[in-house]
């Protein structure tokens, strides 16, 4: 069973045109991210729940809305995407003990705007 | 932010070879992780490690808090070891600052 799966694993769509990545974990997580890796392989935080609320949200353009019905779960919806959104996606999850938190990430999403 | 530089940058290793990864970083930190990202592009972790030192395998890895630095060997070297190493830190429970990583290329 995948630990941690991302939909779709590629996206090629169109500017201006909006669309959602789904993100399940199947761990018993608590706090789930999202990550997005340029072309030169930098990967940089995007936003954290942890049991359902919003606990990080980086500079992020208003455009990227995450939702999460459920601590499993964290959607990404991106409205009327642009060139500079073409990127890969990483999905992710841990369990924070207070020592510290494991990641665990998904396969990715690769998006090309075109 | 926290700021996390590795070294070197891009590593060629003939199979067998030895090799040593490194991660310095601005701050104190609770939290450090090396992640490998396959030629496939997936995001394996590979060690927890703040402080001390751990094994696994063909890997280990060794932190020194107090210096700011983490370390990661690569012994008896493998085509599948090839990839890009990541070093990340966090100085909370939740938010992890990646490296630029270290792209390994190892040849038969």
């Known amino acids: 069973d995948t630990a941690v799966s991302q939909t779709p694993k590629y996206l090629v769509t169109q500017m201006g045109n909006d669309k959602s990545i789904k993100c399940e974990q199947n761990?018993?997580?608590?706090?789930m991210y999202w990550y997005k890796q340029d072309s030169k392989k930098f990967l940089k935080i995007m936003f954290s729940?942890?049991?359902?609320?919003?606990?990080i949200n980086e500079t992020v353009p208003n455009r990227f809305s995450p939702k999460s019905p459920d601590k499993a779960h964290l959607n990404l919806h991106i409205n009327s995407l642009e060139l500079g959104d073409s990127a890969v996606y990483f999905c992710?999850?841990?369990?924070?003990?207070?020592?510290?938190?494991?990641?665990?990430f998904g396969a990715g999403t690769r998006l090309s705007v075109l | 932010g926290i700021q996390v530089e590795q070294s070197p940058p891009d590593l060629i290793l003939q199979e067998g070879a030895n090799s040593t990864l490194r991660c310095n970083f601005s701050?104190?930190?609770?939290?450090l992780q090396w992640f490998h990202q396959n030629p496939w592009g997936q995001l394996i972790n590979l060690f927890y490690?703040?402080?001390g030192t751990k094994q696994n395998g063909r890997l280990s890895a060794t932190t020194v808090a107090t210096e700011r630095y983490s370390l990661l060997y690569i012994s008896s070297s493998q085509t599948t070891d090839s990839g890009v190493y990541f070093c990340?830190?966090?100085?909370?429970?939740?938010?992890?600052?990646f490296g630029a990583g270290t792209t390994v290329t190892v040849r038969a």
């Open positions: 992710a999850s841990s369990q924070a003990t207070g020592g510290g938190n494991i990641q665990y």
């Open positions: 761990l018993g997580h608590d706090t």
């Open positions: 729940y942890n049991n359902k609320e919003l606990i």
């Open positions: 701050d104190s930190v609770n939290n």
């Open positions: 490690i703040p402080s």
């Open positions: 990340a830190v966090g100085y909370n429970d939740y938010k992890l600052s």
